[in-house]
C-alpha cells in the first residue's frame, strides 16, 4: 500500500465504475490527477442485490464489492463500488427522493468506513459527476467540492422530478460547477452556482497517437476502414448506418462498443463488423490502421440530448490521425474543431468518397487534438479549485 501521508486526496463520486468499459471524462481527469501527484479515490454508484435480478454490468462491480475495493496505477488510485440494499436507480420505489438522499444508510459497509479503512481520512477536493452519489460524502472533511455537468441529463430516459431536485439541490451547495460544452451553459446559469467554468473534454493525446499494432480482427478486411468507437444507445442513428453499409460498398465499417443493440437493430451485411467492447488501451490500434472515424447520432430526433455533447471519441480519431465525419449538431458547429458534418444520406456518402481521394493530414489532426490533452484539462480543474499544481506534500 502506498504511503497515504505524502500526497493530498481528492474524492471521484462517478457514475461508472473505474473499470468500466466506457472510460469517459471523469476516469481520464482521475488518472490525469494521479500524474500530478495527487492520490484519488474512485467511488462508483451504488449496486444491491436487487441488480443480480436485473444483470446490470455485475462483473466488475461486483467484484469491486467482494474484495473491498482495489489500487491501481501504482498505488496511486483506489476504487470501490458501494452495495446498498436499496439502491438509487430508474424504477419505481428506487427512484423516489429519499432513496436518492439515503442509499448510504442501507450500505454495508460504509464508503466513508471503507475511505477510512484505506487510508483516506481528509480530500482537498470532491469531484462529483452522479447525481446517485449527491450526499453520502457530506460528513468527510474536504475543502472544495465540485460538481462536473457533461450531458443534458434531461434528455436521457428515466429523467424524473427526484433527480431534478437533487441536481439543483447539489448545484446549490457545491463550491463550483464544470460543464463540457458551452452549450450547457444556460442550464448551469439556470442552477446557480458559486463559481462555474468550461472544461472540455480532453484526450491522452500521447496514447492515441504512439503507433500500435493492427488488430487480429481486421486482418481478413481489405478496404478502408470507417471506425465508430462507443455507446449505441438510443441516440446513435441505425437507420442511418444500415444505409451507409448499404450504400457504401467500398468501405468497412467497424464498430466497437456494447453490441447489444446494434446486432439487433442492423441489418448483417459483409462490410458490417461488430466487435463488441475493447479496453480502452487498445482502441489506438484500432483506430490507427482505420481510414475515417465516424459519429452517427440522432441529432435530428433526439436535439435535446445529442446538441450538448462533447464526444470524446472525436479527439480520440483526431489524436490518432483520423479524418472525422459526424452527424451535425449544435456543440460541432461551434466548436470549430476539424470535423465534417453531415445533415442527411448524401452527405456522408460524399465524405467517404472524399475520404478515399484526399490525403489523410493525419498531422494537422494529432496536432489540433495535443492541444486538448487532460493534462491541460486536469492542471486547469487544480486551478479553479485552488489546488496545487502538485499533489505532493
Excluded at 15 to 35: D, F, I, K, M
Aim: charged share 15%.
Amino acid at each position: 500500500m502506498p504511503d497515504q501521508n505524502k500526497r493530498l486526496s481528492i474524492l471521484f463520486c462517478a457514475s461508472n465504475h473505474w473499470e468500466h468499459p466506457a472510460q469517459v471524462g471523469s476516469h481520464h481527469l482521475a488518472r490525469a490527477l494521479t500524474q500530478a501527484g495527487y492520490r484519488v479515490a474512485f467511488v462508483g454508484d451504488p449496486i444491491s442485490p436487487w441488480h443480480l435480478l436485473i444483470g446490470n454490468d455485475m462483473g466488475n462491480r461486483l467484484t469491486s464489492y467482494w474484495r473491498g475495493g482495489a489500487w491501481h496505477l501504482e498505488g496511486r488510485l483506489w476504487s470501490y463500488t458501494p452495495m446498498t440494499l436499496l439502491p438509487p436507480a430508474r424504477y419505481p420505489l428506487f427512484n423516489a427522493p429519499q432513496v436518492l438522499k439515503s442509499w448510504h444508510r442501507l450500505a454495508w459497509p460504509s464508503p466513508a468506513a471503507m475511505l477510512a479503512r484505506h487510508g483516506f481520512k481528509n480530500f482537498a477536493a470532491i469531484y462529483v459527476d452522479s447525481l446517485r452519489q449527491a450526499r453520502w460524502w457530506r460528513g468527510l472533511p474536504y475543502g472544495k467540492c465540485l460538481l462536473r455537468l457533461s450531458d443534458n441529463l434531461a434528455g436521457f430516459g428515466g429523467w424524473n422530478n427526484a433527480l431534478q431536485n437533487s441536481l439543483s439541490e447539489l448545484a446549490g451547495h457545491v463550491d463550483m460547477m464544470a460543464y463540457t460544452s458551452p452549450t450547457l451553459k444556460p442550464q448551469v446559469d439556470d442552477l446557480r452556482p458559486r463559481h462555474s467554468f468550461y472544461l472540455p473534454n480532453g484526450v491522452a493525446a500521447a496514447m492515441f497517437a504512439s503507433p500500435a499494432p493492427k488488430p487480429a480482427e481486421y486482418a481478413q478486411i481489405n478496404k478502408p476502414i470507417a471506425v465508430y468507437v462507443g455507446a449505441m444507445e438510443q441516440w446513435f442513428d441505425y437507420v442511418l448506418l444500415n444505409q451507409l453499409t448499404a450504400l457504401a460498398d467500398w468501405l468497412d465499417f467497424v464498430l466497437i462498443g456494447p453490441p447489444d443493440k446494434a446486432r439487433a437493430r442492423l441489418e448483417p451485411r459483409s462490410n458490417l463488423h461488430i466487435l463488441g467492447t475493447r479496453p480502452h488501451r487498445l482502441l489506438p490500434g484500432y483506430l490507427q490502421h482505420a481510414r475515417l472515424g465516424i459519429i452517427p447520432f440522432a441529432a435530428q430526433a433526439f436535439p435535446e440530448l445529442v446538441s450538448h455533447i462533447n464526444p470524446l471519441k472525436l479527439l480520440e480519431y483526431m489524436a490518432a490521425g483520423l479524418p472525422v465525419a459526424s452527424a451535425d449538431w449544435l456543440y460541432l458547429r461551434q466548436s470549430g474543431l476539424p470535423v465534417t458534418l453531415c445533415r442527411n444520406l448524401d452527405d456522408w456518402l460524399a465524405v467517404f468518397r472524399q475520404c478515399l481521394e484526399r490525403d489523410n493530414h493525419s498531422s494537422q489532426y494529432q496536432e489540433t487534438a495535443r492541444q486538448y490533452d487532460w493534462e491541460l484539462s486536469a492542471a486547469k480543474l487544480l486551478l479553479e479549485m485552488g489546488l496545487p499544481e502538485r499533489g505532493e506534500l
